[in-house]
């Protein structure tokens, strides 16, 4: 059974970094897709970095060079992290890991975590 657990959310002040961990498990092996998405009130979820089966990531415009993703693992547990630097009121959403098996550039994100708040106080 597929199980993503989420930690690392909160609140900080504009200029902050916070780092948000999503540990995968159940997988039958470690060349899974795993991503973070976010979803603030009244808008629609948007990718936010996303990690694919062979390791390459991309990251929205809108959070690169403040945010970085990474992972480590084996096949029993992967974990994702997304290292939030210089933190802006508009980063405030829900924070969603999702995570997939497949190959890389075809890996649906079929599994999601339970979501952490994050909050950025101007």
């Known amino acids: 059974q597929v199980q993503l657990v989420e930690s690392g959310g909160g609140s900080v002040q504009a200029g902050g970094s916070l780092r948000l961990s999503c540990t995968a498990s159940g997988y039958a092996s470690s060349r899974i897709c795993m991503g973070w998405f976010r979803q603030a009130p009244g808008k629609g979820r948007e990718g936010v970095a996303l990690?694919?089966?062979?390791?390459?990531?991309?990251?929205a415009d809108s959070v690169k060079g403040r945010f970085t993703i990474s992972r480590s693992g084996d096949s029993a547990e992967t974990t994702l992290y997304l290292q939030m630097n210089n933190l802006k009121p508009e980063d405030s959403a829900t924070y969603y890991c999702?995570?997939?098996?497949?190959?890389?550039?075809?890996?649906?994100?079929?599994?999601w975590g339970q979501g952490t708040q994050v909050t950025v106080s101007s």
């Open positions: 990690s694919d089966v062979d390791g390459v990531t991309t990251t």
């Open positions: 999702a995570a997939g098996a497949g190959v890389p550039r075809n890996c649906p994100y079929l599994n």
